[in-house]
């Protein structure tokens, strides 16, 4: 069954959890993907007008469409952590190891250029990021080309991103999943938020903070039951605040508002930065939450059915979306 692997390693981090640039407009130019969407597996990339996207009625492989038209096939086969910079997408491949592969934007030239099982893939500038699963999840860079294989971190590290400052941010599980900060060559290594005991997961960078969800947190010098709410670490003043006071999980900031799935009932919501004005944005299971300037698409595995992706518009107002999901006002 499709999507086993990259499912038990995502889950990895949760079980810990539960037991089970500024991502505005348009992408920069030398940003492959926003950090919110590499956080939850990269399923899809916009890139002005055009997105690419897993085709699930396509055994995941990656498409292509231009403003909301017909889909374009490019590849063949389960492709996760989608990237596109210049005249290429990079992407990682189930059905080869979770290696990583390059081609060009028309699907052509498709190459394996890293033989390592990546992870958390991110494109930036000239080099790709990774965490590497054949390395005990330290993390590697290299060249665009695939040369000049790196480690940077030595450490097992999840949710590795770049930040809209151009540093590299990761939760360190080799000191107790705390949020750490280096440069992309991995020097200055600095772990943020000591003061609280947390396991951090989807981290997010906007405008200077970062969203994430915590684990653990300290009461009375034991660690109390796991919370999994929304917090936000301003990285100049190194304050924290809780924005969500409920279990959260894939956590995507995006255009000012973050999305996130509910581990009370299950749906999927929005809310602003701070917290307020929550939303029901999909009234089902969503996971892997993937943000476009028009949509959010949705990762579904119900009981018994295949698993399948759900776009949905963030363009409607709450009547038009209900109706769309009930087929009633």
């Not at 810990?16 to 990339?45: F, H, K, Q, R, Y």
């Not at 996760?80 to 060009?104: A, L, P, Q, S, T």
């Not at 860079?141 to 991103?161: F, H, R």
């Not at 279990?247 to 701070?274: F, G, M, Q, T």
């Amino acid at each position: 069954m499709k999507l086993r692997k990259i499912l038990a390693i995502a889950l990895i981090g949760c079980m810990a959890l539960t037991g089970c640039g500024s991502n505005n407009g348009s992408l920069p130019e030398n940003m492959g993907n926003t950090d919110g969407n590499i956080s939850n597996i990269g399923s899809v990339c916009q890139r002005g007008d055009t997105v690419y996207y897993q085709n699930y009625e396509d055994n995941f492989s990656i498409y292509k469409s231009v403003k909301g038209g017909e889909g374009e096939k490019l590849n063949e086969g389960t492709s996760y952590f989608i990237n596109v910079i210049g005249d290429y997408v990079y992407y990682v491949h189930e059905d080869d190891d979770f290696h990583v592969f390059r081609m060009k934007t028309d699907g052509s030239e498709n190459t394996e250029i890293i033989n390592q099982a990546a992870y958390y893939m991110t494109v930036y500038n000239d080099k790709i990021y990774f965490v590497n699963y054949d390395d005990n999840q330290a993390i590697y860079s290299a060249n665009t080309d695939g040369s000049e294989l790196t480690k940077i971190v030595d450490a097992v590290c999840y949710y590795s991103i770049i930040g809209g400052d151009g540093l590299l941010y990761y939760v360190d599980y080799s000191n107790g999943g705390k949020v750490t900060r280096a440069n992309t060559d991995g020097s200055n290594q600095k772990v943020l938020d000591d003061v609280n005991n947390i396991t951090a997961a989807y981290l997010n960078y906007d405008n200077g903070k970062l969203y994430y969800t915590n684990a653990t947190s300290e009461t009375s010098g034991a660690t109390a039951e796991y919370a999994n709410f929304i917090f936000c670490y301003d990285i100049e003043t190194g304050g924290v605040s809780t924005v969500v006071e409920a279990p959260c999980a894939d956590v995507n900031v995006y255009n000012d508002r973050i999305y996130y799935s509910s581990l009370e009932d299950n749906k999927v919501y929005s809310c602003n930065l701070d917290g307020s004005d929550i939303q029901l944005v999909y009234d089902n299971n969503g996971i892997f939450l993937n943000a476009t300037d028009d949509d959010l698409y949705c990762y579904v595995k119900l009981q018994d059915q295949e698993p399948f992706i759900e776009k949905v518009s963030l363009k409607k107002s709450f009547t038009e979306k209900m109706k769309t999901l009930y087929g009633k006002e």
